[in-house]
């Protein structure tokens, strides 16, 4: 009963920057988490960065420094600032809720980010 939709992926230069987005809606007063996936071409899912409601924030070794994740509570938001990217940041980016109470997950469809020259 919650539904999640990624935004703000594109083409971007090595270097360069991009802001994705995540809007929840439906039951998210249940939400305990919220993270950033990704998946590579012909690798496996893998978390980016992740934010603990009432708690704090992790991220991948491979893009901390360079990336943020920020929640807007009161517009249902989650963002990932992606600043400094590499070839190798290319992938789907997904948003992921969690209800840990009821040990509920839910997806977004996802957003392409590629990064090339």
């Known amino acids: 009963q919650v539904q999640l939709v990624e935004s703000g992926g594109g083409l971007v230069q090595p270097g360069g920057s991009l802001k994705l987005s995540c809007a929840a809606s439906g039951r998210v007063f249940g939400i305990n988490s919220m993270s950033w996936y990704r998946q590579p071409p012909g690798k496996e899912r893998e978390l980016v960065a992740g934010i603990t409601i009432g708690a704090g924030t992790n991220y991948a070794d491979s893009v901390k420094g360079r990336f943020t994740i920020s929640r807007d509570s009161a517009k249902n938001m989650l963002y990932l600032q992606m600043n400094s990217l590499k070839p190798e940041d290319t992938a789907i980016y997904y948003c992921?809720?969690?209800?840990?109470?009821?040990?509920?997950?839910?997806w977004g469809q996802g957003t392409q980010v590629t990064v090339s020259s």
């Open positions: 992921n809720a969690v209800i840990a109470t009821l040990a509920y997950s839910y």
